[in-house]
């Protein structure tokens, strides 16, 4: 059963950016997709980006579209999240997940992941 682990979340002053890591316990596999959420106090989860392991797609919430861009390193089995231009509604948890497969259209629904980090804390600040 693979693991994630979160990493590098902060504090950031509006306009800045973070790049987050998830690294994985164990080898992920072409078919596998990872994908990163996110949740704000009092919100419910919400979907930023996903992407195939093998880099044949990626798609990006309405939130993160020309600021943030997902990418891995398949020898550290750690897929990325770099962050630009934050916002102060970008404060959140973040939450890495991956799934087994890639369903067309649907990679955006959380019930698509069957294992989850347990999620790091991003604090944009004005």
């Known amino acids: 059963q693979v693991q994630l682990a979160e990493s590098g979340g902060g504090l950031v002053q509006v306009g800045g950016s973070l790049r987050l890591s998830c690294a994985a316990s164990a080898r992920i596999s072409n078919d596998y997709v990872l994908a990163w959420f996110r949740q704000a106090p009092g919100q419910e989860r919400e979907f930023v980006v996903t992407?195939?392991?093998?880099?044949?797609?990626?798609n990006y919430g309405d939130s993160a579209k020309g600021r943030f861009s997902i990418s891995r390193d398949r020898a550290k089995n750690t897929v990325y999240l770099q962050m630009n231009n934050l916002k102060s509604e970008d404060t959140a948890v973040y939450y890495c997940?991956?799934?087994?497969?890639?369903?067309?259209?649907?990679?955006?629904?959380?019930?698509?992941?069957?294992?989850w980090g347990q999620g790091i804390q991003v604090t944009v600040s004005s």
């Open positions: 992407t195939r392991w093998n880099g044949a797609s990626t």
């Open positions: 997940a991956v799934g087994p497969r890639w369903v067309v259209g649907q990679m955006y629904l959380e019930r698509h992941y069957d294992h």
